[in-house]
């Protein structure tokens, strides 16, 4: 079914469909898709993706029976159980939970920094149904952990979620995706980051092979505010991953990492993207692949300055390893620069896994399988090394085990 | 700022395109515009055999169809293909000049200018020039060396009509006329360029060159340039360009394919100073050149070295194929943009064959109101075991109003091959500038000093004619927006 009769049918199971600006919005996207027919050649963000699977989609949501959970463990840490999008507003003198409103989604319109021709999150625009919004309060210091769960086969879930952290707040926010149904969840996170706040985002994506999930993420860091994003991808199925991130105010650091570990026939495409424009932002973006048998990965890096934003630094790191022959990996780092006093660069490679180290390994005794294995833990430990929190370094440990335990 | 750095700033400012005069001779042109006519115009002039024309006129399909790559970071104006003159030829020339005394005197005083060692006392410097006035080739020296060793080194005129074979088998090998709208174009319309056979075996004694320039006014240059290395022979090319100042825009497109045979070896270096335009951005020529090698054999090598510091806008990626197993492809470059410049240029390397080798390094450097773009692409296919590619590519921002943007395409389907890719951005570091200072140099020349030294490593690949020039070139294209 296409689009536009797939939107037309379903019109009443989509949020904010009563209110006349956004509809006005929606009906322009719809023509952008009509006129741009998800013509791959004009469009990287579309590359090595089956489109029909995601053009031609049938729409089904239903809120599950099963509700979603807020608890409050222990002081200051919060675990939040969305199901299939949803979740149940909840208040207390620290965070808030409520739906989104009208004015989210409008406020999003306006940002021009994603693609206006990156589909994906047109459909999400589009077909939006579901989501909430957090506020972290003033000064407050919070953890929270959210788990995505999908309950039905079949699902197509447009989710929506906005995170505030207000003035002087710290967040330490983990979402976990494991989900082992044949589902389709296309998430958008806008996030606001206010003066001198912080947030540390994880996001483990841990699906099975029918299932697809598209991450975008959208963050905005005023002054002296820091943003850092750790995404570990181990999922079987195809997993999207563009997280874009604005430097608006003086001061504000952005550091996108990620890693990824696909095998057989899966394919993930990356992107991060980092518009400074204001004067002493740092930032950081690192992407690190291991790619086994037949799989496939784009990683789009981009770094821009604008005229204003001096006394810049932006770095990028883009590293690949292929294990087999039949693997393939495509990266684009770029660099867009308007301003003079800068410090701006980016390194990338590709290739096997250093036959020296491997030797040096083996003529110390252990198989070649071993070696590999250790190199490859090696390469992300780094990554790795750096997760302070005792439970997740070991759910990641245990996750990697699972994936090197099928390298030969 | 001092009085020093002014009155140098005054004696550049004075010293400005200095290539930009106007040789008055007659022209003889078509009508303007793009059509059938033209083509078959240019092809009668050019007393071309009919397989040649069919050949235009195919071409000339293709790009009706076609629509201009829009992909580059270049903001320009549509171009009006109808308003452009595809040939031009001073008159007189349907016959060539035997020897340089029966070359109009005002044509060799333009040469004399531009210092190109046309006469005899020069000609000792061994260098053997094929010059392109505008779209006829006038002449070329040294002719006779280079027959005695096999070599053929003509205008692609003359090789159309002496060695068929040849350009049968290559013209359009590596760059297919539906390659894309330039290419299409350049195809249908070509009026000169050079075209080089090196025999097997033969190491052609000194670096041949051909120097364009476009003279008369509302004219595009389409030069066709072809150079076939065959088996362990190798040439060296070399490349320059200017053209005279004008408000007007001028379209340059040019095709230029290289082909190395097993064990064969092109080098090839171009100096591109074209018109810029005014320190407003008008006039300038338009540059969109399509150059291509391609490594046929085995242990085949192409290097191209390239300094591009003239043209309102420059569209060029010069790029290798590297088909043949153990062959190397080579890429230098060193771009710089001033005013309102615009250019995005960059290569292309694609290895196909096993243990190909590629290099590239790139230096940008804007200035003023421009843009500076690299935009490459490393692809390794399946079969390209043990490729190995590294590139470099640094950009220098002198001001705050100008761009520096990099664009690279990383593309690996083998796990054999490695690659690697840094590049950084930045501006010039004010330790080096102020140790210079104390060292007694002038702002201008230290920033000078410190941008040739940027680009040593590309400048350094030049040939010996060309490397001095280009470092003055260098300075020259900086002056005025430092301090």
Redo the contacts between chains.
């Keep these: 079914m296409n689009i536009q009769d797939n939107f037309i049918k379903n019109k009443k199971n989509i949020f904010f469909s009563e209110n006349k600006y956004i509809q006005n919005h929606r009906e322009k996207l719809i023509n952008i898709f009509e006129n741009d027919r998800f013509d791959k050649k004009n469009n990287e963000s579309l590359k090595n993706i089956n489109l029909k699977h995601f053009i031609d989609f049938k729409y089904k949501y239903l809120i599950s029976e099963e509700t979603s959970v807020i608890n409050s463990n222990q002081e200051n840490s919060y675990s939040i159980v969305s199901v299939n999008g949803q979740c149940s507003s909840f208040k207390d003198d620290k965070i808030e939970i409520t739906k989104i409103l009208d004015e989210d989604y409008n406020d999003f319109i306006k940002n021009d920094t994603i693609d206006k021709n990156d589909h994906f999150v047109n459909l999400n625009s589009l077909f939006l149904n579901s989501g909430f919004k957090i506020i972290i309060k003033k000064n407050n210091n919070i953890k929270i952990k959210i788990s995505n769960i999908i309950t039905d086969d079949d699902l197509t879930i447009f989710q929506k979620n906005n995170y505030i952290c207000e003035e002087g707040s710290s967040l330490n926010l983990i979402e976990e995706y494991e989900n082992k149904n044949n589902s389709t969840l296309n998430i958008l996170n806008v996030i606001r980051l206010e003066k001198n706040s912080k947030l540390n985002h994880f996001l483990i994506q841990d699906n099975s092979s029918n299932h697809n999930l598209i991450v975008t993420s959208h963050s905005s860091c005023k002054k002296d505010s820091t943003y850092t994003q750790k995404v570990y991808n181990f999922s079987e199925g195809y997993v999207r991953n563009f997280h874009y991130s604005e430097l608006i105010e003086t001061n504000s650091e952005a550091d996108l990492q990620g890693i990824f570990f696909l095998k057989d026939n899966n394919t993930s495409n990356n992107k991060t993207f980092v518009k400074h424009s204001a004067e002493d932002c740092k930032s950081n973006q690192v992407y690190k692949g291991i790619l086994n048998d037949r799989a496939k990965a784009t990683y789009f890096s981009n770094t821009y300055v604008d005229q204003l934003a001096q006394k810049t630094e932006g770095y990028q790191l883009s590293k690949g390893i292929l294990l087999s022959d039949n693997a393939s990996y495509f990266s684009k780092p770029e660099l867009k620069i308007f301003a003079d006093d800068v410090k701006c660069s980016h390194g990338s490679t590709i290739g096997p896994i250093d036959e020296n180290a491997i030797f040096y390994l083996r003529s110390r005794g252990m198989s070649k399988n071993a070696a590999t294995k250790i190199l490859i833990s090696s390469f992300i430990n780094e990554e790795l090394s750096s997760i302070d929190n005792e439970q997740m370094s070991e759910m990641i440990q245990k996750k990697l085990v699972r994936y090197l335990s099928k390298v030969k | 700022m001092n009085s020093e750095t002014l009155n140098t700033l005054d004696s550049y400012s004075k010293n400005k395109y200095k290539y930009g005069f106007v040789t008055e001779i007659d022209n003889e042109k078509p009508k303007k515009g793009l059509n059938e006519e033209t083509i078959k115009f240019i092809s009668l002039k050019k007393n071309e055999p009919e397989w040649m024309l069919d050949w235009r006129l195919k071409a000339y399909s293709k790009w009706k169809k076609m629509k201009e790559p829009k992909?580059a970071n270049l903001n320009f104006p549509d171009i009006d293909y109808q308003a452009i003159y595809y040939y031009s030829a001073p008159k007189g020339f349907e016959k060539k000049p035997k020897d340089l005394s029966e070359v109009d005197p005002k044509l060799i005083e333009t040469y004399n200018k531009l210092g190109i060692p046309l006469e005899e006392q020069k000609v000792l410097a061994g260098v053997a020039v094929d010059v392109v006035f505008d779209s006829v080739s006038v002449a070329t020296t040294y002719k006779g060396q280079l027959e005695k060793l096999g070599i053929i080194f003509c205008s692609i005129g003359e090789a159309i009509q002496k060695h068929p074979d040849l350009i049968k088998k290559y013209l359009g090998s590596v760059i297919p006329p539906g390659d894309h709208s330039f290419s299409a174009l350049n195809s249908a319309v070509f009026t000169d360029g050079s075209f080089v056979y090196i025999p097997e075996g033969v190491k052609c004694p000194m670096e041949l060159s051909t120097y364009f320039r476009i003279n008369a006014e509302n004219t595009g240059q389409f030069e066709r340039t072809l150079i076939i290395a065959d088996k362990g022979s190798y040439v060296s090319y070399l490349e320059g360009c200017t053209a005279p100042k004008r408000d007007d825009n001028q379209l340059h497109a040019a095709n230029v394919e290289l082909i190395a045979l097993e064990d064969a070896e092109i080098k090839y270096s171009t100096v591109q100073n074209w018109y810029p335009g005014d320190e407003d951005g008008k006039g300038g020529i338009y540059n969109f050149v399509t150059k291509r090698g391609l490594c046929a054999g085995k242990n085949s090598k192409i290097s191209w070295t390239q300094v591009e510091t003239g043209s309102a806008i420059t569209w060029k990626y010069p790029s290798c194929i590297l088909k043949g197993d153990n062959s190397i492809g080579e890429f230098y470059s060193v771009a710089i943009t001033n005013n309102f410049q615009q250019a995005d240029t960059g290569t292309k390397m694609t290895h196909i064959g096993k243990n190909t080798k590629s290099k590239i390094i790139s230096k940008g450097i804007s200035l003023g109101k421009s843009q500076n773009t690299y935009r490459g692409e490393v692809s390794f296919l399946?079969k390209a075991e043990k490729a190995r590619n590294y590139t470099q590519c640094d950009?220098l921002?002198?001001?705050?109003?100008?761009?520096?943007?990099?664009?690279?395409?990383?593309?690996?389907?083998?796990?054999?091959?490695?690659?690697?890719?840094?590049?950084?951005?930045?501006?010039i570091n004010e330790d080096q500038l102020y140790y210079c200072r104390q060292r007694g140099l002038s702002h201008e020349e230290a920033v000078s000093l410190i941008v040739n030294g940027f680009c040593k490593q590309v400048l350094q690949e030049l040939p010996m004619e060309f490397a001095v020039e280009a470092q003055k070139l260098v300075s020259i294209s900086l002056e005025g927006s430092v301090g």
Excluded: F, M
């Design positions: 992909w399946r950009s921002l002198v001001g705050n109003q100008c761009g520096a943007h990099t664009v690279p395409y990383i593309d690996s389907k083998n796990n054999t091959a490695i690659i690697e890719h840094e590049a950084s951005t930045s501006k």
